[in-house]
């Protein structure tokens, strides 16, 4: 037992070592628009290639027919050009016209870029097509009562910045801007003012921030100058190891990275292969821990073929029907052709019959997904990719969406476990953390 934990704990090690990604420094530079390794220009320096005008927001953009948005992006490019300008490397906005915005849409990233405003400008970086990472003069500006660099729009979280780093207006400042998820990190200037904060969904607020938008410049009155704008995509592994970081202390593997010792059920329907918990397509079932667990945030990886169907069972007991005596968190390829008609309810990391997750948040098929589920008391939490897709209070639902009993919704605790259907599940980097009960 001793030997097959040393082992787990030294996988669970290799996951986490060093850094998943560290801002590449970055000197004060004149507008050359040379990328640091590993990043690419988004601005070439000479013309606005690459770039486009703003028409709506993710939501109306999303209701247009195609030919509905070549009309309106051809009436914005012409807007835009009487406005925006490239003048000696750098991008010169004289304070009108829409925004200006990529032609390229991102998820995870990270980006540098360099801005200079007039006295009491007021501009911004919208991520995700979502204001945003506030410009500003807090100096001379009326109402502005925070530095540059805040989500200025978060009505939940944080949104003032964590302190002031603006130089004296007509000076340049820079913007180092991390996304992971819905958490974003803006080091300005050198010096961090805003750490791992969740961006808000400005346009449907009911919902989380949207996985993948175009980036933006924004206009807001007066002359704003931008360069060296420099992006880089972050890879899958590298987010989920980010995430991985996060509050990762007190956390216990409980698969040991060779067989299910310790687990009960249907052992005999999975099988290890180097460090991964598979699900035997052919056999599958229900395993669960032998312990079980009350108050508890588990943590996990898990990867699923074209229209693969897994669950996460929670608070259940063995010979139970985890759906129903406890719970199940949806673990679904919910993009496949025969998953088209789907209950909201069996949406990926739904808690299945019970509270739908918001979908869209999945990695594409065959990368692997970063899923934490946060169980205290009656109120659920499941994160995937490190976006928050369910956050209920299940004790205050007095009719499941499925129209079935649920007597598992009042269980305090049981095991945690899988949920085989019949396909190549993949789990890696399974662990549990005990919390206290409310």
Not at 58 to 86: G, I, N, Y
Not at 160 to 181: C, H, Q, S
């Amino acid at each position: 037992m001793k030997n097959t934990r040393l082992t787990a704990v030294v996988a669970l090690l290799a996951f986490l070592a060093a850094p998943a990604f560290v801002a590449v420094a970055r000197a004060e530079e004149p507008a050359n628009n040379t990328p640091p390794a590993g990043f690419t220009a988004l601005f070439n320096g000479k013309d606005l290639t690459g770039w486009k005008g703003l028409v709506g927001n993710p939501k109306t953009r999303a209701a247009m027919t195609p030919e509905q948005m070549a009309a309106a992006q051809e009436k914005s490019d012409a807007e835009l050009a009487k406005h925006w300008r490239v003048e000696n490397g750098e991008v010169v906005n004289d304070g009108g016209g829409p925004y200006l915005c990529t032609t390229k849409k991102y998820g995870d990233f990270e980006m540098w870029v360099d801005w200079k405003i007039q006295a009491k400008g007021d501009s911004g970086i919208y991520i995700r097509g979502t204001p945003q990472v506030q410009i500003w003069d807090p100096f001379n500006t009326p109402g502005a009562k925070a530095g540059s660099g805040g989500l200025y729009n978060n009505k939940k979280n944080p949104h003032d910045p964590l302190g002031v780093a603006d130089k004296p207006v007509g000076e340049w400042n820079t913007f180092y801007i991390r996304m992971v998820g819905e958490l974003v990190t803006v080091k300005f200037n050198g010096k961090l003012v805003v750490d791992n904060v969740p961006l808000e969904n400005y346009w449907e607020h009911d919902r989380p921030i949207y996985p993948c938008e175009q980036i933006e410049l924004q206009t807001h009155g007066g002359q704003t100058r931008f360069r060296n704008l420099y992006i880089r995509e972050i890879p899958v592994e590298e987010s989920n190891k980010f995430l991985a970081g996060l509050g990762e202390e007190g956390f216990q593997p409980i698969f040991n990275g060779k067989d299910l010792d310790g687990w009960q059920g249907s052992v005999d329907g999975y099988f290890v292969e180097n460090g991964v918990l598979i699900c035997d397509p052919k056999k599958g079932g229900m395993i669960l821990t032998k312990k079980e667990y009350a108050d508890f945030a588990v943590r996990f990886e898990f990867k699923v073929p074209p229209g693969g169907n897994n669950g996460l069972a929670i608070r259940t007991s063995p010979g139970q029907h985890a759906a129903t005596d406890g719970f199940e968190i949806q673990v679904l390829d919910d993009t496949a052709e025969k998953h088209a008609k789907l209950q909201t309810w069996q949406y990926c990391s739904s808690i299945y019959g019970v509270v739908p997750a918001f979908r869209g948040y999945t990695r594409p098929v065959g990368e692997w997904n970063y899923e934490e589920v946060i169980a205290q008391g009656p109120h659920i939490t499941v994160k995937l990719n490190g976006t928050v897709v369910v956050d209920a209070d299940v004790s205050k639902i007095e009719k499941t969406p499925d129209g079935h009993d649920h007597p598992g919704m009042k269980r305090a605790s049981g095991g945690i476990g899988f949920l085989g259907h019949g396909d190549r599940v993949e789990f890696r980097n399974v662990r549990v953390k005990a919390l206290d009960a409310k």
